[in-house]
């Protein structure tokens, strides 16, 4: 079921992009729905029984978020219901995060260091804030409390440096990262001009972001605390 699970999460990411590329909204209907199914499964499989209910809590909400964003497609109503399952994503991340990481290793990142390592992913997110904030309207605490608990999912990625096995926290933070590129992707593209094939961009690096988390969280090498 491993092989399986993960074979349909690569079969339905790739359906998906085919399906933007061409625009065949029966294949995205199809396939975007299955993505974070098929990868919450992999998790599940790959675990076998050691796995943190706040990742799963994660993943489904991953879920919800894709499937409210799809109904979005046809009613703006929804955009908001969205964008909410995908700020309960990213504090359960922040709170997996903090699972997968062993608190006895002390903190290797302090001070300076700390904020050197931070700046790149704070900057970015100011950024983005700074970016879209006059173009927001009745939107702009929700957007910007999105954007500020997404820095703080990415930080909590990053500062499990020396907590976990590199391979681990480098997999993990890479995928954090590429999940705010997807997200600011999108949040560029609706919110402040329109952007030459933004829904595969979209997509592709959320694949890839949250492909790259779950290996991250399976790669940790400790038992986890607080499943």
Request: aromatic letters at 12%.
């Amino acid at each position: 079921m491993k092989k399986i699970s993960l074979a349909l999460f690569v079969v339905a990411s790739v359906g998906e992009l085919v399906a933007i590329m061409l625009g065949n909204d029966l294949l995205h209907q199809t396939c975007k729905p299955l993505i974070m199914l098929s990868l919450c499964g992999h998790y599940w499989f790959v675990s076998e029984g050691n796995h943190s209910r706040t990742f799963v809590v994660a993943m489904i909400a991953s879920w919800i978020g894709d499937v409210l964003l799809m109904v979005a497609e046809k009613d703006e109503a929804y955009f908001l219901f969205g964008l909410a399952a995908f700020l309960v994503t990213h504090v359960m991340l922040i709170i997996t995060f903090h699972q997968f990481r062993d608190n006895n290793a002390g903190n290797p990142l302090r001070g300076v260091q700390s904020i050197r390592m931070a700046f790149p992913v704070v900057l970015a997110g100011t950024g983005l804030i700074i970016l879209l904030y006059p173009s927001l309207g009745a939107l702009k605490f929700p957007v910007v409390v999105y954007v500020l608990i997404l820095m703080c999912m990415v930080l909590a990625a990053l500062y499990r440096y020396g907590r976990t096995d590199f391979k681990s926290m480098i997999t993990a933070f890479a995928g954090a990262l590429l999940f705010m590129m997807s997200d600011s992707i999108l949040a560029i593209n609706k919110f402040l001009m329109p952007l030459d094939h933004a829904g595969f961009w979209i997509m592709l690096t959320y694949c890839a972001g949250q492909f790259l988390i779950v290996r991250g969280v399976i790669l940790h090498p400790y038992k986890i605390i607080n499943r």
